[in-house]
């Protein structure tokens, strides 16, 4: 299973296409393997978030 080619604008399409690929990757998964696959994407996305972001 390949991730998704998203487009630049990031619209409705794009949105369908990453549920559909994180449906079809979460189906064989328990429940505990889901959450930590979603627990490792969100420290992922902080990390990556944070940097982008100015102290205050």
Not at 34 to 41: A, F, K, V
Request: glycine content about 2%; proline content about 2%.
């Amino acid at each position: 299973m390949k991730f998704p080619n998203l487009s630049n604008r990031f619209d409705a399409e794009d949105i369908r296409k990453l549920r559909e690929y994180n449906s079809l990757k979460h189906s064989k998964m328990t429940h505990k393997e889901i959450l930590e696959d979603i627990r490792q994407g969100a420290e992922s996305f902080m990390s990556e978030f944070s940097c982008c972001v100015a102290d205050e």
